[in-house]
């Protein structure tokens, strides 16, 4: 986990009970400033998994350059590129 998944975690928990405990206290800004913070911490969560997959797939594309690979992989990675 990344520290945009964390935080946006942190955030939601955090929105929920704000909501929560202004609905049992019949506050509706402190349901709306938990409902706001609970959207503000799933999109810095979501934002958190697109980094990491990119992160993700950036660590499996780093391949062998064509200097320090063998015969073979030089063909399989040129067979790779070709394929697209």
Same mark, same amino acid.
């Given at each position: 986990m990344?520290?945009?998944?964390?935080? %946006?975690?942190? $955030? =939601?928990?955090?929105?929920?009970v704000e909501r929560q405990a202004g609905e049992w206290a019949g506050d509706a800004?402190?349901?709306a400033r938990g409902t706001m913070k609970q959207a503000e911490g799933k999109v810095q969560s979501a934002w %958190?998994?697109? $980094? =990491?997959?990119?992160?993700k797939a950036?660590?499996?594309?780093?391949?062998?350059?064509?200097?320090?690979a063998t015969?073979?992989?030089?063909?399989?990675i040129h067979e790779r590129r070709q394929a697209g």
């Open positions: 990344n520290k945009d998944q964390v935080q %946006g975690k942190l $955030k =939601d928990v955090a929105g929920r800004e402190a349901q %958190g998994d697109i $980094k =990491d997959a990119g992160k950036a660590d499996r594309s780093g391949e062998k350059s064509d200097d320090s015969d073979t992989e030089k063909e399989e």
